[in-house]
């Protein structure tokens, strides 16, 4: 019979997965009606693990890892890195020409679009400038006496007492 080891260091991380030859003795030990916390104590596993195990292989019959749900993520942490230089060097770049950027730097084949959505995720937002009115000579030609008129104005004046306070010096 194996002892229970007191050592931290030599139990199992949060992060690590066990392998198929540990799993197989959980089921076994599970198939010869022992309980979750003698087979932790045997093979030296968290009970949170143990369970985890025979809960998994009960409605599946095999102990072996499942592929991860999901499509993995098309752009590395290398292509994340040149997107956000290449956004900081240049805020107006188009997403197109990103797009070429990352595939000639870094071999990615990538849509504009994910671009977009990349950038987006990385607090980078493209917005279109405020539409400014064009001053024509003409708009300049009618407003300038109008400000030359009431360039000596004041707030007291012209506006009632509720707005601005009237302050004595």
Known sequence: MQTASTNIGERMGRSQELSDSKR?????GHLGNKSIRDISWLLNIPRSTVSGIITKWKPLGKTATQ???G?????????QCM???????SHQLSAESIAKDLQTWCGLQMSPTTVRRERHGKGFHGRAAASKPSITKCNAKRQMPWCKARRHWTLERYLPDCIVPSVKF
């Open 24 to 28: 197989g003795p959980v089921i076994g």
């Open 67 to 69: 592929p991860p749900s």
């Open 83 to 89: 997107l956000k230089r290449t956004v900081r060097r």
């Open 71 to 79: 499509r993995p993520r098309h752009m590395t942490g290398r292509g």
